[in-house]
């Protein structure tokens, strides 16, 4: 692959995305949250957001994952440390993209079980496609259908995650 990529959305059009859905959580949790970032794709996202929050953080890494190649798989397969004691804390996961929703379903299930108190998901992509809506994170920054993307924390192949945009794969 060249060095031109189709931009779908720019530095500046995720950078304003990610300024709403900080002011969100601010609006929403006062007295600080445990932020759980989903490696490899949502550190990108994680760091600019928890810069652009006003909240105080604590930061916490999991990785988890259920794709096989390109499409979700079957299985999540979840690994690394929560971060501690999450018992009576705010718990606010991000993650880069929700796709069918299983993984961020999971996650959910598995803090809520670790005792926190209340428990927000924040994903900068949502893929609307293949989802049922009650699975919708709290939180999400801008809507594609059921392109394959990278950039932006997201890899082709793992490759590509330091661009400052999303560009679309060509086929």
């Known amino acids: 692959m060249g060095a031109e990529h189709a931009v779908l959305f720019s530095t500046e059009e995720i950078a304003g995305a990610v300024r709403r859905i900080a002011s969100a959580v601010d609006a929403d949790f006062d007295d600080g949250l445990v932020v759980l970032v989903v490696l490899k794709g949502a550190v990108v996202f994680a760091t600019d957001l928890v810069r652009a929050m006003r909240t105080e953080t604590e930061l916490a890494f999991i990785t988890a994952s259920s794709y096989e190649s390109f499409t979700p798989g079957d299985e999540l397969t979840v690994s690394g440390d929560i971060g501690g004691d999450l018992t009576g804390r705010d718990v606010l996961i991000v993650d880069d993209i929700i796709d069918t929703g299983r993984t961020l379903r999971s996650l959910v299930t598995l803090v809520e079980s670790e005792g926190a108190h209340r428990v927000a998901t924040a994903a900068l992509v949502n893929k609307t496609q293949r989802r049922s809506p009650d699975t919708a994170a709290t939180y ?14 997201l ?15 060509r086929p």
């Open 155 to 169: 890899d082709w192949d793992e490759r590509f995650r330091d661009l400052p945009f999303i560009a679309l794969a």
């Open 140 to 153: 999400t920054g801008v809507d594609i259908t059921d392109e394959f993307i990278y950039g932006y924390g």
